[in-house]
T-cell receptor, first 111, second 113 residues
Framework: LAKTTQPISMDSYEGQEVNITCSHN???????ITWYQQFPSQGPRFIIQ???TKVTNEVASLFIPADRKSSTLSLPRVSLSDTAVYYC????????????FGTGTRLQVFP | EPEVTQTPSHQVTQMGQEVILRCVPI?????FYWYRQILGQKVEFLVS????????KSEIFDDQFSVERPDGSNFTLKIRSTKLEDSAMYFC???????????FGPGTRLLVL
């Protein structure tokens, strides 16, 4: 399973765009990149998943460059309720079922 | 929107007692999981379950742990003889197909005294 590296913490203000970058230098050909969000004392919540280029949904965008060695989660116009821990995970769904969570990025949004 | 549910939300037990944590996965999902998160630490994989059998388990999932899908809707985690270090949040997750996303429940906070 590819190891991921992401910043331990980030601060932002309401209304700003937040970009969290994750490094996964050893990503394998069949690996997908998935981001989860976790609020205190709650289960991880799926945000977005992608394989290459750009994926967008109603919550976020995920940018993946051609070499796929990194990815960037973009949260447009964050609010206080976006304060949470964000996890980047890389896994190949046909080889393993388990998700390996790192320490994530703790995003703090200020008013 | 369908969601994974877990009961109880909190459980306090004495060391050495058996506990059963319950989960109702999303209807029509086929793959089921348990994870745990000790306070202040990472979310850790425990076990995955598909087609009525364990498909993968971690080193944490020793003989004290077992899982069961007793009927068409419930998925349970049993800890036979709890230890202090079993105190954690336990999350159930499910997904519909092999390549699909895992959806997590709200968790059960287990405290072993």
């Amino acid at each position: 399973l590819a190891k991921t590296t992401q910043p331990i913490s980030m601060d932002s203000y309401e209304g700003q765009e937040v970009n969290i970058t994750c490094s996964h230098n050893n990503i394998a050909t069949n690996d997908y990149i998935t981001w989860y969000q976790q609020f205190p004392s709650q289960g991880p919540r799926f945000i977005i998943q992608g394989y290459k280029t750009k994926v967008t949904n109603e919550v976020a965008s995920l940018f993946i460059p051609a070499d796929r060695k990194s990815s960037t989660l973009s949260l447009p116009r964050v609010s206080l309720s976006d304060t949470a821990v964000y996890y980047c995970l890389v896994a190949e769904p046909y080889n393993t079922d388990k998700l390996i969570f790192g320490t994530g990025t703790r995003l703090q949004v200020f008013p | 929107e369908p969601e994974v549910t877990q009961t109880p939300s909190h459980q306090v037990t004495q060391m050495g007692q058996e506990v059963i944590l319950r989960c109702v996965p999303i209807s029509n999902h086929l793959y089921f999981y348990w994870y745990r998160q000790i306070l202040g630490q990472k979310v850790e994989f425990l076990v995955s379950f598909y087609n009525n059998e364990i498909s993968e388990k971690s080193e944490i999932f020793d003989d004290q742990f077992s899982v069961e899908r007793p009927d068409g809707s419930n998925f349970t985690l049993k800890i036979r003889s709890t230890k202090l270090e079993d105190s954690a949040m336990y999350f159930c997750a499910s997904k519909g197909g092999r390549q699909e996303t895992q959806y997590f429940g709200p968790g059960t906070r287990l405290l072993v005294l």
